[in-house]
């Protein structure tokens, strides 16, 4: 029986975010406003037909896949890389004198300025909508962050890691994961994410802090030719 993390966009769009999801039986996304992933029921032409469907010329499909796909010519393959997703309860940091506050929607343009500064993963104006997310400020400014994304079954992704890089080295992403991590344990959910493969700094913090990688997915970025 398939793992529900073997598709976690699939998984996370026909569960607990059903109703956050665009589609049918053969291909479901988020709202591009909220992010840019996608999966289909399997690889067939209908299927990449009714994605198809789904998006503006200039809008993308972002797909998390435990095989590489195959796109028929009326896509154009942007990017088509692996990434980690590890597992695992993350430890908690002392915050060393720094507050964590709930970020919310009159936080947007500072998460959207910070995270493209930091380019943690895609993050658009209702991205905060798909979980909670936490940051620190420091003088006023949003200097770090970290928050929820996809939900499949039991499981609670970790995603917008990012701290400023004039605030690195002051342990502040290894606070906010440790209580993103700590929220997420509370509900009786498993935190889990997601890095690409190529990213090992990243990958050896995680692993410090309590991940282990579970699998290799592929993560193949798709726009209408």
């Given at each position: 029986?398939?793992?529900?993390?073997?598709?976690?966009?699939?998984?996370?769009?026909?569960?607990?975010?059903?109703?956050?999801?665009?589609?049918?039986?053969?291909?479901?996304?988020?709202?591009?406003?909220?992010?840019?992933?996608?999966?289909?029921?399997?690889?067939?032409?209908?299927?990449?037909?009714?994605?198809?469907?789904?998006?503006?010329?200039?809008?993308?499909?972002?797909?998390?896949?435990?095989?590489?796909?195959?796109?028929?010519?009326?896509?154009?393959?942007?990017?088509?890389?692996?990434?980690?997703?590890?597992?695992?309860?993350?430890?908690?940091?002392?915050?060393?004198?720094?507050?964590?506050?709930?970020?919310?929607?009159?936080?947007?343009?500072?998460?959207?300025?910070?995270?493209?500064?930091?380019?943690?993963?895609?993050?658009?104006?209702?991205?905060?909508?798909?979980?909670?997310?936490?940051?620190?400020?420091?003088?006023?400014?949003?200097?770090?962050?970290?928050?929820?994304?996809?939900?499949?079954?039991?499981?609670?992704?970790?995603?917008?890691?990012?701290?400023?890089?004039?605030?690195?080295?002051?342990?502040?992403?290894?606070?906010?994961?440790?209580?993103?991590?700590?929220?997420?344990?509370?509900?009786?959910?498993?935190?889990?994410?997601?890095?690409?493969?190529?990213?090992?700094?990243?990958?050896?913090?995680?692993?410090?802090?309590?991940?282990?990688?579970?699998?290799r997915l592929h993560v193949t970025v798709l726009r209408k030719a």
């Open positions: 029986m398939p793992h529900p993390l073997d598709r976690p966009i699939w998984t996370a769009l026909t569960t607990r975010q059903l109703a956050l999801a665009e589609g049918s039986g053969l291909a479901w996304r988020y709202p591009a406003a909220i992010a840019p992933f996608a999966d289909l029921a399997d690889m067939s032409p209908a299927n990449f037909a009714a994605l198809g469907a789904m998006m503006s010329g200039t809008e993308i499909a972002v797909l998390f896949t435990p095989e590489a796909v195959v796109a028929p010519p009326e896509f154009k393959v942007v990017l088509a890389d692996t990434g980690e997703q590890m597992i695992g309860t993350l430890a908690e940091a002392p915050a060393g004198g720094v507050d964590i506050i709930r970020l919310g929607v009159n936080d947007v343009p500072d998460m959207i300025e910070l995270t493209s500064l930091t380019k943690p993963g895609p993050f658009s104006q209702r991205t905060h909508e798909l979980g909670s997310f936490l940051g620190i400020r420091v003088d006023g400014q949003l200097v770090a962050m970290a928050g929820e994304r996809m939900k499949p079954a039991e499981y609670t992704e970790i995603t917008a890691v990012c701290v400023h890089p004039s605030h690195r080295g002051r342990g502040y992403g290894q606070v906010l994961l440790g209580e993103v991590s700590r929220q997420i344990r509370a509900r009786g959910e498993v935190p889990f994410l997601h890095v690409f493969t190529s990213n090992h700094s990243a990958i050896a913090l995680y692993r410090r802090q309590g991940m282990d990688i579970r699998c």
